[in-house]
């Protein structure tokens, strides 16, 4: 429960500092949610298949059945990952202009979701890998990764979307971005 309020205020964070671009970015991103949300739930069925997949195994001693759904798993969330980037790169522009035909909403909106769906490949492994976590009991280990992950979004968000130093400004782009990098992180 913990891990899940923290992954709902990732997206609270990313909501106020889309605010603090604009309010064409703060509805550009809005209108993202359900296809992130999409992405999301294609995560977390991957992962409950794989925690019930691996339980079993592990409750019948087969620890080796386990491994290998464990990376089964991966390997799938991997062609997922690649077939979700794929179509939502060229699917996605359609999608969102079936929510709004504003232009520059939609040209934010894809600034945004093309980096997301370049980088649901760590949604996809983290989930995996996690649901091997769960069937063994520790359901602790990524609770703590989705809090180290939301404090880093937090730091990451304006040093990507306002740049510092060599960091170039990116706006919207630079919230997604932080996103990825959070997702990898958390994926290590």
Do not use: H, W
Request: aromatic fraction near 12%; hydrophobic fraction near 55%; proline fraction near 2%.
């Amino acid at each position: 429960s913990i891990g899940t309020v923290f992954m709902t205020l990732y997206n609270i964070v990313d909501t106020y500092f889309a605010g603090k671009i604009s309010a064409l970015a703060l509805a550009a991103l809005a209108q993202t949610f359900p296809v992130y949300f999409i992405i999301i739930a294609l995560g977390v069925g991957l992962s409950i298949g794989t925690t019930s997949l691996i339980a079993n195994a592990i409750g019948e001693k087969k620890e080796k059945n386990a491994s290998y759904f464990l990376a089964q798993s991966i390997i799938l969330s991997i062609l997922v990952a690649v077939v979700v980037t794929t179509l939502g790169i060229n699917l996605g522009p359609y999608i969102i202009a079936a929510m709004n035909k504003n232009i520059i909403t939609l040209n934010l909106s894809m600034e945004y979701l093309n980096i997301i769906f370049l980088g649901c490949i760590f949604v996809f492994i983290q989930m995996s890998v996690n649901s091997s976590l769960s069937a063994i009991g520790d359901t602790r280990s990524n609770m703590n990764v989705l809090i180290f992950t939301f404090f880093l979004n937090i730091l990451l968000n304006p040093l990507f979307i306002f740049g510092y130093g060599i960091i170039p400004a990116m706006g919207i782009k630079g919230i997604a971005l932080s996103t990825v990098v959070c997702q990898f992180f958390g994926t290590l």
